[in-house]
């Protein structure tokens, strides 16, 4: 048994898994993902197409993500084609959503380092993390 962690990603951050799961493998943490996803998603699927679950190892380094999009039964009427193109969009979505998540972070930490400069006390923390 291996250690997985499974992070959401939306578009406000992200919510880290502070537990983790035991699972046997990488293709039983794909299935894990995918029944998490499909759970979250539930009666809200329109409005989390974009989520995504970023499957980390036991030292929390990134294996893979699942796109919320992937999962999603309302979609599997449609056309290879059309699915294909909204797995594109969802996917520069989600890469916009972390650029603009780093960017306030850059920020955050711009911001601690101006109040240090000046002497003054300055701790912030997103999504957990510590700045």
């Known amino acids: 048994m291996s250690l997985y962690y499974f992070n959401l990603k ?48 036991a030292e929390r380094r ?24 909204l797995r594109e969009v969802y996917v520069k979505t989600g890469g916009m959503n972390d650029t603009i998540a780093d960017v306030r972070v850059t920020i955050h930490q711009l911001k601690g380092t101006l109040a240090r400069a000046d002497g003054l006390p300055w701790l912030a923390a997103i999504d957990g993390r510590r700045l």
């Open 62 to 85: 990134p294996l893979f993500e699942l796109l919320f999009v992937d999962v999603d039964p309302l979609l599997d009427h449609l056309s290879p084609d059309l699915k294909a193109s």
């Open 10 to 57: 939306h578009r406000d951050g992200s919510v880290p898994d502070g537990e983790g799961t035991d699972l046997a493998d990488h293709d039983a943490a794909r299935a894990h993902a995918r029944a998490v996803a499909r759970e979250l998603m539930r009666h809200r699927e329109a409005q989390r197409r974009a989520w995504r679950l970023q499957i980390c190892d």
